[in-house]
């Protein structure tokens, strides 16, 4: 669990919280490599001693989970916020904006150790099963399971095509991707 059990709704606990993660960034922006960043830099930047950053995280690599997820949600759910669209159409949007984000993140990835991508694509990945899945549980009948299947195909079509697409010289056209994987949704 990349959090420890701190109880959340503290208004201090979230401003430790928020001067962690600021300072991490901080630490990120100055175009240090994540593998370069101690518990120690994180710590003193955030004006706190490292038994507070463990209050919090687990180590580093609980800290670097928490904050993908974060931006990917300060980045996502706003754009989503705005439409009104639901079925394959929300799909498409979601698609659209996770190729968005993926190809502005792959820019910053490259301060990442190679040891972090697993880590930084298991969050990725998750997060847009979990968006999926929420569309799917909202607008398709069926039971649990089969949605959490057919989410589970989704999610992972559409994080292998924003990341295969954002490695590319050539960069296949983002409408033609999401309408091919939106052929092959809507044939089952």
């Given at each position: 669990m990349?959090?420890?059990k701190v ?5 201090r606990v979230?401003?430790?919280?928020e ?13 240090r490599a994540?593998?370069?960043?101690s518990?120690?830099d994180?710590?003193q ?7 507070t950053?463990?209050?919090h995280?687990?180590?580093k ?7 993908i997820?974060e ?14 669209q639901?079925g394959?159409t929300r ?5 659209r904006v996770?190729?968005e984000f ?7 990835r ?11 694509d298991?969050?990725?990945?998750q997060e ?11 607008t398709?009948?069926?039971?649990g399971?089969q949605?959490?299947?057919l989410?589970n195909m ?11 697409r954002s490695?590319?010289a050539?960069?296949?056209?983002v409408?033609e991707v999401i309408?091919?994987?939106m052929?092959?949704?809507?044939q089952h």
């Open positions: 990349p959090i420890k109880n959340q709704y503290d208004p979230q401003r430790t919280h001067l962690l993660m600021r300072s991490f960034e901080a630490l990120l922006s100055e175009k994540i593998a370069s960043i518990v120690g994180i710590a930047r955030a004006t706190v001693n490292r038994a950053f463990y209050a995280f687990t180590n690599e609980a800290l670097l989970h928490c904050w997820k931006k990917f949600q300060e980045f996502v759910l706003p754009k989503l916020a705005d439409q009104d639901v394959q799909l498409q949007v979601v698609a996770i190729f993926i190809a502005l993140v792959q820019s910053h490259k301060r990442i150790n190679r040891s972090f991508d697993p880590l930084f298991a969050v990725l990945q847009i099963y979990q968006l999926v899945l929420g569309i799917l549980q909202t398709r009948k069926g039971q399971r949605q959490q299947r989410a989704i999610s992972w079509t559409i994080f292998g095509a924003a990341m295969q490695g590319r050539h960069k296949e056209n409408e309408e091919f994987i052929n092959g949704l809507s």
